[in-house]
């Protein structure tokens, strides 16, 4: 996707400050499959974009400006176990402060706890843009699973490998399967 375009797309999720300070303003909007394919493009495995919507409230608070909201995206993938198509259902919550980048603080100063979440913004305009695409990225699993017998398997296990620890046995058990056990003990 070109910057241009990128940016276009963005349009859609910006605040004017000015006009926040006067009231809080709600941005409840799809977001366009073509918009979410640009942010899906960013995960590690192949992933489709369904329907997407995010609702968010932005309000002026003492020293910044508060977002809360929530984004709801839907996105095709494969299981990693048995590469059956897998719909995720993604559902992030937004609670986010920004900060104008004027009260950053230099480096060597002493940083709070709140300090190392809040976010910065510059100028009268807040991009809302990466604290959805940023929602979005952090929801998707990192290896997506069907709701199938795949689901419970605990790390990155091929179908293969499944089948194979299904009908192999341990060698060291080996020699407790050899042991014939009598009836009259
Ligand atoms: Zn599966």
Redesign the pocket.
């Known amino acids: 996707m070109s910057d241009k375009s990128k940016s276009e797309l963005d349009g859609f999720l910006i605040i004017d400050v000015p006009a926040l300070h006067r009231q809080p303003i709600v941005i409840d909007t799809a977001l366009s499959r073509e918009w979410l394919a640009g942010v899906m493009a960013n995960c590690e495995y192949p992933v489709t974009a369904g329907t997407g919507h995010c609702r968010l409230r932005a309000e002026s608070a003492a020293d910044g400006v508060r977002i809360r909201g929530d984004i709801r995206a839907e996105a095709f993938a494969e299981?990693v176990?048995?590469l059956?198509p897998v719909t995720l259902h993604l559902h992030a919550d937004v609670d986010v402060f920004m900060a104008p980048v004027a009260t950053l603080k230099e480096s060597g100063e002493e940083l709070t706890p709140e300090d190392l979440e809040r976010e910065y913004f510059e100028g009268d305009i807040i991009h809302l843009s990466n604290v959805v695409s940023d929602g979005i990225l952090l929801e998707l699993p990192i290896n997506p699973?069907?709701e199938?017998p795949?689901h419970n398997l605990p790390g990155l296990v091929t179908s293969d490998e499944v089948a194979r620890r299904n009908f192999s046995i341990d060698p060291r058990l080996k020699a407790l399967a050899d042991i014939k056990i009598s009836k009259e003990n």
């Open positions: 299981c176990t048995c059956e699973r069907c199938g795949c």
